[in-house]
């Protein structure tokens, strides 16, 4: 079966968002264009390498094309995601790019596939391969993606100061502490 490329050349919306509470949270990339919604699963690590990237590649493009990096975006979108929230894959490759004909950052994420992936199917429209979400961002726009999936990653569970691993409300077994006392978050 050919593969399915979701193209989102202008989207009015690109974020990260979440469902569930903190320590059983799933990730989620959702792009809206018009009538049209796609959402993809991925891994809280995922959205935070992603923003990190992103940012890196607006720092590299200001530097060698000479442009300004955008500032803080204004409006942040706040909002939630759209629902009904209906995940069209899981995501297991990203890809990332600069397209300089319409000065876009270009984001790819493919579907998880039992196969190894050639990285040349990566921003390519081959027929051969997993299902792909491509969409381009303004710079503008990649910036805000960035600011506001760096929140979404932060908002989790609150880190212990001793070991740093995340705290439940209910506390956790500190490895610091050799197993012997369950740390909990009013000890702090």
Same mark, same amino acid.
């Given at each position: 079966?050919?593969r399915?490329?979701?193209?989102?050349?202008?989207p009015?919306?690109?974020?990260?968002?979440?469902?569930?509470?903190?320590?059983?949270?799933?990730?989620?990339?959702?792009?809206?264009?018009?009538?049209?919604?796609?959402?993809?699963?991925?891994?809280?690590?995922?959205?935070?390498?992603?923003?990190?990237?992103?940012?890196?590649?607006?720092?590299?493009?200001?530097?060698?094309?000479?442009?300004?990096?955008?500032?803080?975006?204004?409006?942040?979108?706040?909002?939630?995601?759209?629902?009904?929230?209906?995940?069209?894959?899981? @995501?297991?490759?990203?890809?990332?790019?600069w397209?300089?004909?319409?000065?876009?950052v @270009?984001?790819? *994420? *493919?579907? @998880?596939?039992?196969?190894?992936?050639?990285?040349?199917?990566?921003?390519?429209?081959?027929?051969?391969?997993?299902?792909?979400?491509r969409?381009?961002?303004?710079?503008?726009?990649?910036?805000?993606?960035?600011?506001?999936?760096?929140?979404?990653?932060?908002?989790?569970?609150?880190?212990?100061?001793?070991c740093?691993?995340? *705290?439940?409300?209910?506390?956790?077994?500190?490895?610091?502490?050799?197993?012997?006392?369950?740390?909990?978050?009013?000890?702090?």
């Amino acid at each position: 079966m050919p593969r399915v490329i979701h193209v989102f050349r202008q989207p009015e919306r690109f974020v990260a968002g979440t469902v569930g509470e903190p320590g059983d949270r799933s990730f989620y990339l959702q792009a809206i264009q018009e009538a049209r919604t796609i959402s993809v699963l991925l891994e809280k690590q995922q959205v935070s390498v992603l923003a990190d990237r992103i940012s890196a590649l607006l720092q590299e493009v200001a530097r060698r094309f000479g442009s300004e990096e955008p500032g803080e975006a204004g409006g942040t979108d706040l909002d939630p995601l759209a629902v009904p929230l209906e995940e069209e894959f899981r @995501v297991g490759t990203m890809g990332l790019g600069w397209d300089a004909d319409s000065s876009s950052v @270009v984001v790819e *994420l *493919l579907a @998880v596939t039992e196969e190894e992936i050639d990285e040349s199917i990566v921003l390519d429209d081959t027929e051969e391969g997993p299902d792909a979400l491509r969409v381009f961002l303004s710079p503008v726009q990649a910036k805000a993606f960035a600011d506001r999936a760096e929140r979404v990653v932060s908002a989790g569970r609150p880190p212990c100061p001793l070991c740093a691993e995340p *705290l439940d409300p209910e506390g956790h077994v500190c490895v610091r502490l050799n197993g012997y006392h369950q740390r909990s978050p009013i000890e702090d």
